[in-house]
Each structure stands twice: as structure tokens, then as C-alpha cells.
């Protein structure tokens, strides 16, 4: 066992002689200590056991896939929507996009109704139980009235307009989340 840490040090401290860690600096005092400092911070690395060290390597792996996703989500399709959009862009492309589901609903068109929602929720429901879930035929008109945008979410009013039993045409609010990711925005109904 102690050969083998032994080798796995050596190991280590060749990879960082050949990768020739070293901090620029104007003058060499401040570079040695910056040196030393770097190397004390360092250091408690170095002396963990195997585990630790696999411990802390795959949490900096995790690390870097989870900013790697966040770039890859910020980065839309060439001139798409995005959370950098100006307010009108956003504005007008949500209410576009609002108006367009909402007349899929009214028309009874399901799968493209489907379509509008966020990957997230399309790879957690299937068209099946979306369309199990809905109801064909009670919706008569939408109508967006604001949109507010802050970031990458929007807030969706809109006047829905159904008949309920005996109650024809009646009027009732309703608020919508929608989300911009991948260029484009989507609806996040489980909220």
C-alpha cells in the first residue's frame, strides 16, 4: 500500500514538473510567495488519500458539466431568443407563441399544442397523457393581454373565453409561465 501511494505521488509531482505550474508575476519575491501561497492552499490536496483526491476530482467534474450545460442553454439558435433578447423581441415572440398554442388548443389540435411545451416537460409527459389530460372542444377564443419578461422566464396574461355547461362564453384570467431556452420559448405548465 505504501508503494503505491509512494508511486502515485511521484507520479503527481512529475505531471506538475512537466506541466511547469507557475504564476507570473513582476517581481521574483512576489512570485515566490505567490508560489508558496499557491502551493499551502495546494498542499492538502496532495496529502489526501486516493479517495479524497478521486472524491474532489469528480465533484470538479460535475462541476464542469454543470457550467458546460448552463453555457450550452444560454447559447440559442443564430438569431433566437434568449434571455439577453431585448424586452419588445421577448415580448413579442412569447405573445406570438402564446397566442399560437392557445389557437392549437381552440382548434383541438393536440399534438401541436404539445409541441409548445419545455423539453423538460415533453421528456417527462408523453402525448399520450398530454392528451388525456385536455379536454377538446371547451375553448372558444384567447386573447393575450400582457406579457412581462424577466430574464429567461415570462409571465403570460391572457382572457380565455369556454362554455361550461349551461354558461356560455364565459370570461375567466388566466396567467402563464413560459420559459426561453435553445432559441425559442416554451411552456412550463407543472407550475
Excluded at 476530482?57 to 462541476?63: C, F, L, N, S, T
Excluded at 439558435?77 to 419588445?88: F, I, M, N, T
Excluded at 409527459?125 to 385536455?134: E, H, S
Amino acid at each position: 500500500m505504501k508503494i503505491e501511494m509512494a508511486r502515485l505521488y511521484s507520479r503527481f509531482e512529475g505531471w506538475l514538473a512537466a506541466v511547469g505550474i507557475t504564476i507570473c508575476s513582476d517581481s521574483a519575491e512576489s512570485a515566490a510567495a505567490t508560489n508558496r501561497q499557491f502551493w499551502d492552499v495546494f498542499g492538502h490536496f496532495r496529502a489526501a488519500t486516493v479517495a479524497k483526491r478521486r472524491q474532489y476530482a469528480g465533484r470538479g467534474i460535475g462541476a464542469l458539466a454543470v457550467l458546460a450545460l448552463a453555457g450550452c442553454a444560454t447559447v440559442g439558435a443564430p438569431g433566437g431568443l434568449s434571455k439577453d433578447s431585448p424586452p419588445e423581441v421577448k415580448r413579442e415572440a412569447v405573445a406570438a407563441r402564446a397566442q399560437g398554442r392557445w389557437d392549437a388548443l381552440i382548434k383541438g389540435d393536440l399534438k401541436a399544442a404539445y409541441a409548445y411545451l419545455s423539453p423538460a416537460e415533453r421528456a417527462t409527459t408523453p402525448l399520450d397523457v398530454y392528451r388525456a389530460k385536455r379536454k377538446v372542444g371547451l375553448y372558444r377564443a384567447a386573447k393575450v393581454d400582457a406579457v412581462d419578461c424577466e430574464g429567461a422566464v415570462c409571465t403570460v396574461k391572457l382572457t380565455l373565453r369556454y362554455d361550461y355547461k349551461r354558461f356560455k362564453g364565459v370570461q375567466t384570467p388566466l396567467v402563464e409561465r413560459w420559459v426561453i431556452e435553445g432559441g425559442q420559448a416554451w411552456i412550463v405548465e407543472g407550475s
